[in-house]
Each structure stands twice: as structure tokens, then as C-alpha cells.
């Protein structure tokens, strides 16, 4: 198969999963992209801005770094490695403390000592250059500004088919669809785009495992973020597998209904 583009990637999941919302693919620049809005500009949350440049059929690129980060939420800042993490957020992330925003707690974690083992088994991370760029993978036509990965959003269904697809030339079947802890922006960005010093490099992400966005994340919807390599992988297979090859077993056209009943 010839090296398809990044729009042509794209496309191919799309139909892969049958999506509405816009696959969006991730790099670094160091420069602005024509167009492109800085993040913070959309949302606090570069999360929520990214999912909105999802949804939205002609949302612009949105970006992040040095000269981009007012307004925006610290944690997205340092999970997209521009500053470090505050050492009180270890506080706020699991029961609070009253030296940290007076008590202040998310209780995500067990102990403020968990986060901070938690975060040093990440190891550091780093921007893949002095932006990073989110951008729909129907914007870039036949250019590729070095595509990390690509981030894809769907109801259940889908992301499972996709992930079955992700399987389909899996050697360990443990090993290549992870749902790991995190904040939602880590789940759709710096994962997959190789940014965090030892996260997987051949897995792709299913999320968000992050409750704090469930003011505004569907909550019938689940992300799947995947590394290029994997993306080309799954478009490379897609002709063969069981979407195409058993359609209506992947989108069954009539299904049976489990009744849920008291005991």
C-alpha cells in the first residue's frame, strides 16, 4: 500500500469506526499554523478545547505553548511538559491539605505519596517542540508536519471495534490497549504522541479514566488515542479485518436486547 496522507488516515478511521466527530492528529511546531488559535482561548481546559475542535466541522487548529498558557489549567501545562508540576498538586490529586489551597482535594489518588511514585514511574515529559499542535486530520490535505499521533473520539461501539482492529496483527494480547490513570489532556495527547519519557510507545489509549471532565465529556463517548505507527498499521489492515470482511457483525443491523430485571 502506498503511504497514505494524514487526510487519508483520517478518512480510514473514520469508516473504521464509523465516526462523527473529526479524527485529530497531534505534532510539534515552531511556528503557528495558518489559522490555528491558542488553546486556552477555546477553554481553560485544553482537554475540552480539544474535544470541541473535534465536534465542530470547521473549529480551527488549536495550539499550546510558552507564549500560549495564560488562562490555562496548570495541570494541562504541565502534562504538556512546558512547566513542572506544583509539588502541592500531590496534595489536591488525592486528600488535601491545608497548605494547599486551603484543603482543596480531588481524592484520586490514595496518598499525596502515591502520586508522586505514580508520576516518577512516568518519567519526565517533554513537548515535541515549541508548540504543540491539534489539528483535525482533514485540514492537512497531503501534508504531514510530522504527525505524532492521532485522536479519535466515539460512542462504546466504536472505539471497541477499533480496538479489536488495533488487535488484529497483536502478538501480546495484553499489551497494546491500555487505560491508564491520568488527566483527560494526557489520555488524548501526551501518551500517544510519545511525549511522557516511559509510556508505551506500541499502545494506543482509551479514555478518559479522569472524572473530572464529566461535567462536560459525553458520558456514552470514549477517546482512542493512537501513535502513527499504529494508525497507519490499523489503515494498512483495515480492508482485511472483520469491519469490512463482517460489517454487519461489527454494526449489527438488528440487535437482541438484554431486559434488565429485579432479582
Given at each position: ?122 518519567g519526565k515529559t517533554t513537548p515535541p517542540g515549541r508548540l504543540v499542535v491539534i489539528q483535525a486530520c482533514e485540514d492537512l490535505e497531503d501534508k504531514d508536519p510530522g504527525v505524532l499521533s492521532v485522536l479519535c473520539f466515539g460512542v462504546a461501539e466504536q472505539i471497541r471495534n477499533m480496538c479489536s482492529l ?98
Amino acid at each position: 500500500m502506498t503511504q497514505l496522507s494524514i487526510n487519508d488516515i483520517g478518512k480510514h478511521l473514520t469508516i473504521a469506526g464509523r465516526l462523527k466527530a473529526r479524527p485529530l492528529c497531534v505534532y510539534g511546531a515552531e511556528t503557528v499554523p495558518d489559522g490555528a488559535v491558542p488553546a486556552p482561548s477555546i477553554s481553560s481546559c485544553v482537554a475540552r478545547a480539544i474535544l470541541r475542535t473535534a465536534v465542530r466541522r470547521r473549529a480551527p487548529a488549536i495550539y499550546l505553548g510558552e507564549d500560549a498558557l495564560e488562562d490555562c489549567c496548570g495541570g494541562g501545562v504541565a502534562m504538556f511538559g512546558f512547566r513542572p508540576f506544583d509539588p502541592g498538586i500531590k496534595y489536591f490529586v488525592s486528600y488535601g491539605s491545608k497548605t494547599f489551597r486551603n484543603g482543596a482535594a480531588e481524592y484520586l489518588r490514595a496518598t499525596p505519596e502515591l502520586v508522586d511514585e505514580n508520576r516518577k514511574l512516568m518519567g519526565k515529559t517533554t513537548p515535541p517542540g515549541r508548540l504543540v499542535v491539534i489539528q483535525a486530520c482533514e485540514d492537512l490535505e497531503d501534508k504531514d508536519p510530522g504527525v505524532l499521533s492521532v485522536l479519535c473520539f466515539g460512542v462504546a461501539e466504536q472505539i471497541r471495534n477499533m480496538c479489536s482492529l488495533v488487535q488484529f496483527r497483536s502478538h501480546d494480547p495484553f499489551a497494546e490497549v491500555l487505560l491508564p490513570q491520568g488527566a483527560s489532556c494526557a489520555s488524548f495527547v501526551t501518551y500517544a504522541a510519545g511525549m511522557v519519557e516511559r509510556a508505551p510507545k506500541e499502545a494506543v489509549f482509551v479514555g478518559p479514566c479522569d472524572p473530572t471532565g464529566n461535567s462536560w465529556f459525553p458520558p456514552d463517548h470514549l477517546s482512542l488515542a493512537i501513535p502513527i505507527k499504529i494508525a497507519r498499521r490499523m489503515c494498512e489492515d483495515l480492508d482485511q479485518s472483520f469491519i469490512i470482511m463482517r460489517s454487519k457483525v461489527a454494526y449489527p443491523e438488528r440487535r437482541t436486547k438484554v431486559q434488565h430485571r429485579e432479582s
